[in-house]
């Protein structure tokens, strides 16, 4: 998935924003930490593009590992439980939600390691063909790019539905 992590994480901060309103967190802040955890395990281009030498997929990277974002996860969701003060721990669960989610959404058609650090097997619901010598021109050319189109009109329809009421 390329295009839609951001959108991703808008549905998710407008299906979470009640569920956390007992925490004073606010719509901005909660809408930031889903965005920003929407993206966050793509933060690994910034070492892919400098120091990886792009060698390896960025999947490879521990960015990219479930395990490690369902134990953020459950640390955060542990943390909300136990806090008084719940508004950094309810965005903690927010950001890490989104991160996984992020993973979630990867596994169509990009190669996520579910097993690592344990076992390395990439696994993807879709195989895009190697047609061009360039994985990004493959997937925008695969019928899987459209599955994009999903979070992105999901999104777009809550945009447009808070819009009329006001």
Known sequence: MILGHLPAGYVVAKRLHRRFADSSVSWRALLLASLLGAVAPDFDFLY???????????????????????????????SHRLARDRLWASLGVVFTFNAFIHLCLDSFAGSIRWLAPFAYEPYSLLIVPHMTGSRRLDY??????????MPISWALWLYWRERQRH
């Open 48 to 78: 892919y593009y400098t120091f990886g030498q792009q060698r390896y997929h960025h999947h490879a990277y521990v960015t990219h590992y479930p395990l490690f974002w369902g134990a953020l996860l459950l640390g955060a969701i542990v």
């Open 140 to 149: 925008l050319q695969h019928w899987s790019f459209w599955l994009e189109l």
